[in-house]
């Protein structure tokens, strides 16, 4: 028999539908104003904005993300702040579950108006663009780019890792993603260069490009200014508007300077609008830029802002290493674990420490060692410190706990050695900089959810047991005076 549904059906079905949509989206939204206090805007609307929720059965939330870089990242650094909030709402036995929904298709362009309302759609730019014939590729010399800045010669590193995946997409497909324009932000030193001009160096080698242009915000002034000076604003204009790829390193330094930012922004509406791949740095997220046009910032919030944070211990030494290498240089691996663990600000210094290392050795004609490091690092570090690594960590709580040291790694489950080993898994997240994957690896191949899971078992025992917290303060200042 078949069925046969009524246009008066219709109407019902999909209101029902509709109603049922409205309803898990504002319980979604009510989970969200529990996290949105807890973290600043610009990690709220990478992280958690991007989140679709699909449906609810009993207190299970059902959600996709688009990447599994992107879950792994939520539950290595969301995960107690996602738990509570859902507590919050659904109730102590609340679970969210992830099913990974790959995008290929660029998304809405957004802006986010200056009184922090509700986000909107933004309107398409009506600008009339004149085509120029600049068919033939820009000279390399003319670029401006580094030959050796490159994906390969950038270390990959959790605090990294988004910008960096960003900047490949950018790359192979320059123009044709949601990431446009990229604003990449950070401190002095971070790579943020690095990473500009090995999109501009992948885009050209491989074809997907063939203008490219890397240019500092003082150089777009200085030549603005000379093309008023000489009559050629004209031929200025046209120049950076027939591009493939803009990039423009530190926009921070158009604040106050209205006219050129009055020309950059027409220039940015003409390679948007033609769908050219704009690609930006500054020191700071754009809404935080304080003496730039309100509507050259909302156009800098249209595709996506990364930031890129200090390189943790593992990315530091990896950098090191691979500095050794393409030197063809030998350093002891204790040396650069020492100048990793103390040089933590940014990626400059510690190639500079780096390289003041091997000319006082070359200077001095002596093997590099650690007294060598450590007068080195002394000029340029407060205080030195030895490197603190999982290991140490394991080796002091065993002994605190007088227990094999191997059993911290075993599949054992005993009480006491269970207790001992989710201590330490604490005490590395604590007081290293490694991930947690790579200190559940260092327990046996344990994965991250159990380093979760241990974490958040001693941090409520500190709460409630007064006797469990003096100990773990005992061993803290055991390490503590170990390390120094």
């Known amino acids: 028999m078949i069925s046969i549904v009524t246009p008066s059906d219709v109407p ?33 609307k990478t992280w958690f904005e991007p989140i679709k929720p699909v449906k609810i059965e009993k207190n299970e939330v059902s959600v996709t993300v688009p990447s599994q870089f992107f879950y792994e990242w939520l539950e290595e650094h969301y995960y107690s702040l996602i738990s509570g909030a859902l507590q919050k709402v659904l109730g102590p036995s609340a679970k969210l579950s992830y099913t990974v929904v790959p995008s290929d298709e660029p998304s809405p362009s957004l802006v986010v108006s200056p009184n922090d309302a509700p986000l909107k759609f933004a309107e398409p730019v009506q600008v009339k663009v004149e085509q120029m014939q600049y068919a033939q ?6 670029t401006f780019l580094n030959r050796r800045n490159t994906f390969h010669s950038f270390i990959k590193g959790e605090s990294n890792q988004l910008a960096r995946a960003a900047a490949m997409a950018v790359a192979n497909n320059p123009g044709g993603t949601s990431f446009n ?15 500009m001009q090995a999109i501009g160096n992948y885009a050209l080698e491989n074809g997907k490009a063939k203008r490219v242009m890397y240019v500092s915000s003082e150089k777009f002034t200085n030549e603005f200014i000379d093309a008023i000076r000489n009559d050629a604003t004209t031929d200025f204009s046209n120049f950076y508007r027939n591009m493939d790829i803009l990039i423009v390193d530190d926009i921070q330094f158009f604040t106050g300077k209205e ?18 791949q704009i690609i930006l740095s ?26 890129i944070q200090p390189p943790d211990l593992e990315t530091r030494s990896a950098i090191l290493r691979n500095k050794c ?18 040089v933590k600000s940014n990626v400059r210094e510690l190639e500079g420490c780096y390289t003041k290392l091997l000319f006082n050795a070359s200077l001095l004609g002596k093997d590099i060692d650690i007294e060598m490091a450590r007068e080195v690092l002394s000029s340029v570090v407060t205080e030195v410190r030895s490197p603190l690594t999982v290991e140490e960590i394991q080796r002091l709580v065993s002994e605190f706990f007088d227990i094999p040291n191997d059993l911290l790694r075993a599949k054992t489950r005993k009480q006491e050695i269970v207790i001992a080993r989710q201590v330490a898994m604490y005490l590395a997240k604590e007081l290293t900089n490694c991930s947690l994957k790579t200190i559940g690896l260092n327990f046996g191949g344990r994965d991250h959810s159990t380093v979760i899971h241990a974490y958040q078992t001693v941090e409520e025992q500190i709460k409630i047991d007064q006797k469990f917290r003096a100990s773990i303060d005992q061993l803290k200042k055991k390490i503590d005076i170990y390390s120094r």
């Open 12 to 44: 019902s079905t999909v209101a029902a539908d509709q109603q049922k949509n409205e309803s898990l989206h504002a319980l979604w939204k009510n989970i969200l104003s529990h996290i949105q206090p807890e973290i600043n805007s610009q990690s709220f």
């Open 137 to 142: 590729p820009l000279p390399y010399e003319k």
């Open 181 to 195: 324009p990229l604003v990449l932000y950070g401190g002095t030193g971070l790579g943020k260069t690095h990473l």
């Open 259 to 276: 006219k050129t930012q009055d020309s950059f922004f027409h220039t940015f509406n003409s390679l948007h609008q033609l769908g050219k």
């Open 282 to 307: 500054s020191d700071r997220p754009p809404k935080e830029l304080q003496g730039l046009d309100e509507r050259l910032i909302s156009r800098f919030q249209w595709g996506l802002t990364a930031d």
């Open 325 to 342: 290498e393409r030197d063809d240089v030998f350093i002891p691996e204790v040396v650069l674990d020492f100048i990793a663990a103390n």
